[in-house]
């Protein structure tokens, strides 16, 4: 019996290289050290990346770089390398799976061809936790899952009941475990919760989190 999720968008992880860090800036000067983190992306018309948004509220013009992610008018949650020093300079760029949280008995699950919606159906796959924090609004994963890198694997956040959330996975079953994949994602954390718990089923069982 195979069970997928329906109706959940998985972004592609298309990296976009938009410069190169030699360690001098353009007077042949020393540059800021380079972060990697967690911002969200607001395209044009075009597709283009306009501006950027860090999780501590701060804005950047980066529209003379000529990013394009392919998504036009649009704010995108992003995993970035950039630098801070006379101005903003990204490094790399890729959107990240961002959905917002489902409830659990919305969401349908195909098993053997035919629609269901029973929250025990829901796939939970097991995943490597890596690292997990709160930023910007966001919940931000590090994850880690094990692949052959052969076929798409589907996420979505769950709101299992209120106050408590946790991660679905479903894993084609015809792909492997040869080698464990870096796997990046930021749930939007509901307007005016003040706590919650997030849960992922890991090979060791549920790692739950409390925030």
Known sequence: MRTLLTNILCVAFAVCLVACADGEDDNGGHISPYVTDFLVASTDAEGKVVSVRLDDGTT???????????????????????????????????????????????????????????????????????????????????????????????YAFCEDSVGHYSLLHSRPASDGSAYTEHIYMSMPIPEGLDSFTFTVKTYDGDYVREF
């Open 60 to 154: 950047y013009n980066v529209a003379d770089q000529q990013v394009d992610l392919e998504r036009k008018d649009t704010l995108l949650r992003c995993l970035a390398t950039y630098t801070q020093d006379k101005r903003f300079k990204l490094s790399s760029i890729y959107p990240v799976f961002s959905n917002k949280p489902y409830p659990a008995t919305s969401i349908y699950v195909i098993v053997d061809g035919q629609p269901y919606q029973d929250v025990s159906l829901l796939p939970r796959d097991p995943m490597k936790v890596i690292s997990m924090w709160k930023a910007g609004g966001y919940l931000n994963l590090h994850l880690g899952v094990m692949t052959t890198n052969m076929e798409l694997h589907q």
